[in-house]
């Protein structure tokens, strides 16, 4: 059985860096994930300071499970478009020099009609970004925003310039009606990443995330299900609400290999 890879987001610390890293190894995470907007920027990273980065991780025996990407807006919102894939391929060229292979982002919810304008260009624009991480050799994984399984798994079928693939997050499954495993089983030949994220879906339709564990994931069936899938990426331990992420996430890794020992 395949081991599971246990990652943390650094912004759950709050914390410097060098700091948010040693906070890694305290809770028993293997590897951490940066924002490369808010946290670890490219530009404000010399060749010498990313060495360095490298080697304190190394030290610690901390391995990098992926860049983040914040985005605000779509990838076919035509506002300021050309700036976003900007972003993302600079975040490509920046995940190949820390030696990462995943940089993961949202890309807005997927248009409902494939003959649309939007869904054209949102094609387009992944493929474009597909042929840039094919040439620096890193790779984008879209972060779901409500979508289904079989819209994901449509839309990708399109992206022949290049690999995209899929940051699995079961928490928007949840939070949006669906089923998370039967979207996992669909959908897990292109999961390149996994956040793990709870959440429950709101009376009114909406949703809200919660800690691991009290929310609508079956963490049992999904990790079973990942392991039978010999699944081979980082899982990342992220929480953005809750008043303590950082005990959040401590207790969020232990959980997950508590799960995974079928504890």
């Known amino acids: 059985m395949v081991p599971l890879r246990l990652a943390v987001a650094s912004h759950c610390f709050s914390l410097p860096i060098r700091k948010a890293i040693h906070t890694t190894v305290e809770i028993g995470a293997k590897g951490i994930q940066f924002d490369v907007r808010n946290e670890l920027r490219p530009a404000e990273l010399s060749d010498s300071g990313r060495r360095q980065l ?20 779509s990838f076919y919102d035509l506002q300021q478009l050309n700036d976003r894939v900007s972003a993302v391929k ?56 409500r979508d289904s399984a079989p819209d994901l798994k449509s839309l990708l079928e399109q992206i022949t310039e290049g690999l995209i693939g899929i940051n699995f997050d079961p928490a928007v499954f949840a939070m949006s009606g669906r089923d998370a495993v039967a979207a996992y089983r669909e959908l897990h030949s292109q ?60 207790r969020a890794i232990q959980f997950l290999q508590n799960v995974a020992m079928g504890g």
């Open 54 to 73: 490298l080697h304190e991780l190394e030290l610690e025996g901390v391995g990098i499970a992926s860049l983040q990407l914040p985005t605000r807006r």
């Open 90 to 145: 600079q975040a490509l060229d920046f995940a190949y020099q820390l030696r990462v292979a995943i940089v993961v982002a949202r890309v807005g919810t997927i248009p409902s009609d494939q003959d649309s304008d939007e869904y054209k260009l949102l094609v387009e624009v992944l493929n474009d970004i597909a042929r840039h991480g094919n040439r620096v050799g890193a790779t984008l994984a879209i972060t779901p925003t």
């Open 191 to 250: 999961v390149l990443h996994i956040t793990a994220r709870d959440g429950l879906r709101d009376i009114d339709g909406s949703g809200q995330e919660t800690a691991l564990g009290r929310g609508e994931v079956d963490w049992l069936e999904l990790l079973t299900l990942v392991q039978e899938a010999e699944y081979r990426g980082w899982i990342t331990v992220d929480r953005t609400a809750g008043e303590d992420k950082s005990a959040d996430a401590a």
